[in-house]
T-cell receptor, first 112, second 115 residues
Framework: DAKTTQPPSMDCAEGRAANLPCNHS???????VYWYRQIHSQGPQYIIH???NNETNEMASLIITEDRKSSTLILPHATLRDTAVYYC?????????????FGKGTRLSVIA | DTGVSQDPRHKITKRGQNVTFRCDPI?????LYWYRQTLGQGPEFLTY????????KSRLLSDRFSAERPKGSFSTLEIQRTEQGDSAMYLC?????????????FGPGTRLLVL
């Protein structure tokens, strides 16, 4: 699976959009981009995943660049409860035989 | 609550003791994973099961560690002769593999402290 690069930390004002970048310049055509987050002392929580089209669900939006070398997770109206470590993970399309490989993620602090 | 559950949530033990953790996956999920997370790091893969078969073990899984999933439902992770370096959060995740794709859902974890 391709390696990802994320900033170690970010701040966001409450109520504003949080835009979390991820670089995955070595991603191959059969690899998905997954996002998880981990709130302090809890297990990781699945957020969203995508292949090449932008995706949106009730939690977030995922914007993948046309060349697929980077992506941005968008939390449209961040709240204090969104303070967490956010992990960007690239996985092969037929991912059923691979565990998740977590990096250190981005620590997002939402500030009142 | 139909999510992944883990028991106990916290465990304090003395070095040299054996400990066992349990994970109950989401109903009908055929895949179950164990991960370990130390302070400041992301989770690291330990092992996984497809139904009752243990299909892969990480080199992190020393011979003091053993995992089972006897009926393809719940799983246990046992650590024998615990060491202080075993102190970590132990996470369980489950998924339903369909068409080669899966999304893993995590439990709350068991935090182990070895004194």
């Amino acid at each position: 699976d391709a390696k990802t690069t994320q900033p170690p930390s970010m701040d966001c004002a409450e109520g504003r959009a949080a835009n979390l970048p991820c670089n995955h310049s070595t991603i191959s055509g059969n690899e998905y981009v997954y996002w998880y987050r981990q709130i302090h002392s809890q297990g990781p929580q699945y957020i969203i995943h995508g292949l090449k089209n932008n995706e949106t669900n009730e939690m977030a939006s995922l914007i993948i660049t046309e060349d697929r070398k980077s992506s941005t997770l968008i939390l449209p109206h961040a709240t204090l409860r969104d303070t967490a470590v956010y992990y960007c993970i690239v996985r092969a399309r037929r991912s059923g035989n691979t565990p998740l490989v977590f990096g250190k993620g981005t620590r997002l602090s939402v500030i009142a | 609550d139909t999510g992944v559950s883990q028991d106990p949530r916290h465990k304090i033990t003395k070095r040299g003791q054996n400990v066992t953790f349990r994970c109950d996956p989401i109903s009908e999920h055929n895949r179950l994973y164990w991960y370990r997370q130390t302070l400041g790091q992301g989770p690291e893969f330990l092992t996984y099961f497809q139904n009752e078969a243990q299909l892969e073990k990480s080199r992190l899984l020393s011979d003091r560690f053993s995992a089972e999933r006897p009926k393809g439902s719940f799983s246990t992770l046992e650590i024998q002769r615990t060491e202080q370096g075993d102190s970590a959060m132990y996470l369980c995740a489950s998924s339903l593999v369909a068409g080669g794709q899966e999304t893993q859902y995590f439990g709350p974890g068991t935090r182990l402290l070895v004194l």
